[in-house]
């Protein structure tokens, strides 16, 4: 389900991994394979860390492009106490001024609907909090009420329309046994 046009931005959160690997589990390239099924991107953007290039190759899609911002450890991420966050904290976080947090939305907003000029089916791929943020970031309208407070392994969401106010959450396809 996208736009009428078929422009898009689909941002998920990186696959499993096995433990504190940098690379993703044979269980998390499975994941990525199963929910890329479907997917039809046309460039894709990650971070520089293995797992979330891995996932991206998994989906269908080898990276393009590597972003700096979408690594975990940014350090305007860090300094809002932000390792591990669900979209409600994020903006509560936002609220409260935390240090960083709009001047790193804006950059990745910036970064991505540059990117999103020249690829009209995109995949980002990044990581716990990074993704939710990138999405709050982008998205024009209010998140989904079925979507979860939080990204889990390969889930998404995909964003469409002229304004990204399209907001669709799409979860991880559990592969076949």
């Known amino acids: 389900m996208a736009s ?5 931005i689909e941002i998920r959160r ?10 993703l589990s044979p269980f998390g390239i499975e994941l990525a394979a199963a929910t890329g099924s ?15 290039q891995q996932t991206a190759s998994a989906l269908g899609r080898d990276p393009d492009h590597q972003l700096d911002l979408l690594d975990p450890q940014d350090q305007r991420f860090l300094d809002a106490g932000l390792t591990v966050a669900s979209f409600d904290r ?5 609220k409260e ?10 950059a990745l ?17 990044s990581h716990m909090g990074i993704a939710e ?13 079925d979507a979860p407070p939080m990204l889990g392994h390969c889930d998404g969401v995909r964003l469409a329309g002229d304004r990204l106010d399209e907001i669709i959450f799409r979860p991880a396809i559990a592969p076949a046994p």
């Open 90 to 94: 994020i903006e509560r976080r936002r």
């Open 109 to 125: 907003r910036e970064k991505l609907m540059e990117a999103w000029a020249e690829h009209p089916r995109l995949l980002v791929v």
């Open 14 to 23: 990186h696959s499993a991994r096995l433990g504190s690997s940098a690379d």
């Open 38 to 52: 479907d997917l039809e991107v046309d460039w894709a953007i990650t971070s520089r860390q293995a797992r979330a």
């Open 133 to 145: 943020l990138t999405i709050l970031a982008l998205a024009t309208g209010d998140i989904p009420a």
């Open 97 to 106: 001024g935390a240090a960083g947090l709009d001047s790193l939305g804006d």
């Open 4 to 8: 009428s046009d078929g422009r898009f």
